[in-house]
């Protein structure tokens, strides 16, 4: 089924007898396989409503990300989230789609400064299990009615409801990158200076560690964002402020800047290659040691909060790390692994609950991506 506009939507969902697949762009199918009807959002695109002057833009949910960043960057505005490309890790091909992004929540390295997708979404239409449409939020910043309802959907993978439209607030475009590099840090010395720089008052914009970088050895990547003085103004503060890690230098070439950020965001290290691909949430400060329990190769990004491992194919990671305050995402195993592992991070039992209780009132047939969240 491919609706073309929120009638047909709600009218596919009303007369669903089975199962019902959401798929977007198709890139990112995270999650535990799903069986049922393809119910493609590929049909509903478009933007809606931008309004520069307003920092707001509206799109339905099929309108593929790449157009709504076009949109934004011919006005010198952007998504204030950086949502990543898994296309490269997945092995996916397709085009992502914006209702995909907030399906996903999928936030980037800037999420330790602007907060992830769900922080932008200012409203959303949807239709829920009975095939009923339902709005939440506005479609301007000033209307915030049922702002936690939008926050909800982000993220939910579609099991609460099928996002027909959603709006964001959007950011000025940036001037200036520039990248501040320390080089040779062990992991738990890559954390404490990252720390150190997102508790100043210089405005990081992204925190990142790889053991292992372009050049084999392990480098931390500071991000400094906004107009170019200010920029220049808070390297040399940093490069003061942490002298006493070492070896430190400023990249300010803006192709540069860009590649590298964008190698973080999409998690470039593991691209192509064999192993399982996990995403790790955790407090910075215990990043190094679920790094050390993991095992195989990593990389740090908000500020050493998210942790990226490679793991043997089929490995149980979660039975590795033991019980910790945190939880493990498996983004990429063969479907075997994924059918026989827990995707998610399994819940306690007064949140299963909960999410149990929530999907029963906007789904009482089970019929939405059922058992995605496995």
């Known amino acids: 089924m491919s609706p073309v ?19 977007g762009g198709g890139t990112r199918p995270v999650g535990r396989p799903v069986s049922g009807e393809v119910l493609s959002m590929r049909g509903l695109s478009g933007i809606e409503l931008y309004e520069p002057g307003a920092l707001t833009i509206v799109a339905r949910a099929g309108t593929p990300l790449a157009e709504v960043e076009a949109a934004l960057a011919a006005e010198n505005q952007r998504l204030p989230f950086e949502p990543m490309d898994m296309r490269g890790l997945l092995g996916t091909r397709g085009e992502p789609t914006i209702g995909g992004v907030v399906a996903a929540n999928a936030s980037g390295p ?15 239409r949807f239709v829920d299990g009975r095939g009923t449409v339902l709005k939440n939020g506005g479609r301007v910043m000033k209307n915030v009615t049922g702002y936690d309802l939008v926050k909800l959907l982000a993220g939910s993978y579609g099991t609460l ?7 964001f607030k ?15 840090l062990s992991n738990g010395d890559a954390v404490a200076a990252m720390a150190k720089a997102l508790g100043s008052p210089y405005e990081v914009s992204g925190a990142a560690h790889t053991p292992a970088g372009i050049d084999g050895h392990p480098v931390t990547m500071l991000r400094l964002e906004g107009f170019s003085d200010s920029v220049a103004y808070r390297a040399g503060k940093l490069k003061e402020l942490l002298v006493a890690f070492g070896d430190i230098s400023v990249e300010t070439d803006p192709e540069r800047v860009q590649a590298g950020w964008t190698w973080v965001r999409d998690v470039e290290t593991f691209q192509g290659r064999e192993g399982d691909v996990w995403r ?20 740090f990004d908000w500020g050493g909060g998210l942790v990226w491992a490679l793991t043997a194919p089929g490995s149980d990671l979660r039975a590795e790390l033991g019980d ?4 493990a995402t498996l983004i990429r195993a063969s479907e075997e692994t994924r059918a026989r592992l827990s995707v998610f991070q399994p819940e306690p039992a007064p949140v299963a ?19 995605v969240m496995g």
């Open 324 to 327: 910790f305050a945190g939880h």
């Open 161 to 167: 409801g099928v996002v027909s439209e959603v709006s």
């Open 280 to 299: 790790i949430s955790v407090k910075p400060s215990d990043g190094p040691g679920i790094a050390a329990r993991a095992g195989g190769d990593v990389l």
């Open 170 to 184: 959007v950011l000025p475009g940036i001037e200036t990158r520039a990248c501040v590099l320390l080089n040779g």
């Open 110 to 124: 800037r999420r330790i400064q602007a907060g992830a997708c769900r922080d932008s979404l200012i409203g959303v």
């Open 5 to 23: 506009d929120e009638r047909e939507l709600s009218e596919a969902v009303a007369g669903a007898e089975g199962p019902l697949r959401i798929v």
């Open 353 to 371: 609950a909960l999410a149990e209780g929530l999907r029963r009132q906007f789904d009482p047939k089970g019929i939405l991506n059922p058992g």
